[in-house]
């Protein structure tokens, strides 16, 4: 499959709760061609308090999207975020995108969708914080049955998405070939992150995918 044209405004990026997706939008975000002016000091979340006072990255940071976050999912939301005339490509997230995705492709933006299975999720989202994460707002799950009942639901509509639209997925392994795959700069600090490790997402316990136009 080819790779996407620098041309992109947007990437989309989708996963359930717990399915690891922020990790893997943090593995592409430091590229040089993204547009980081959503990074916010006020939005971000460590897992582990001692990462925050060593200066280690954030876990959740930059701007989510969708029911209970600041912006919505809405086109006319995407740009809000940014700081006007800044450069780069930006990344659009949200949760709910797992419920648009065939709506999605209509744009022709790349789209990364992260998949584990729903009781996974479950599990790391709460070995995550849980219910004490501050940032994004998980206000509107309302409780752990609604929750898992909003994970089983997004992974089925991922699971759906992928087996009918297996023409334009690529399967990615690692940052290095998500990078490539979506045709932007890996980030300087790539190898530190995976020291090299092919199979980086697997040892993660998590499936990323790469939706494209061609």
Known sequence: MTSQTKTNEY???????????????KGI?????????DYKKENIFYFRE????????????????????????????????????SEGIKIIKSHDFAYQLEHLTNY???IIIVYRPPIDCF???HEAGGWDIKYPNYSNYVNDDYLFL?????????????????????KCEN???????IDISRPDDIFAMTQGRYNF??????????????
């Open 29 to 37: 975000y430091y590229s040089k061609d993204i547009n980081q002016s």
């Open 108 to 110: 022709g933006y790349p």
């Open 123 to 125: 599990e790391w989202w």
């Open 50 to 85: 001692e990462d925050e006072e060593e200066g280690k990255r954030p876990n959740h940071f930059a701007t989510y999207f969708g029911a209970g976050q600041e912006y919505g999912v809405q086109r006319e939301e995407w740009d809000k975020p940014f700081k006007k005339d």
């Open 201 to 214: 997402y697997e040892e993660q316990d998590t499936k990323v995918y790469l939706w494209s136009k061609q």
């Open 11 to 25: 990437i989309l990026a989708t996963g359930a709760p717990g399915s690891r997706w922020s990790g893997v939008v």
């Open 150 to 170: 909003e994970i089983e639901n997004q992974c089925a509509e991922i699971q759906r998405f992928l087996q009918y639209n297996k023409s334009h997925i690529t």
């Open 175 to 181: 940052p290095y070939e998500l990078c490539d795959n």
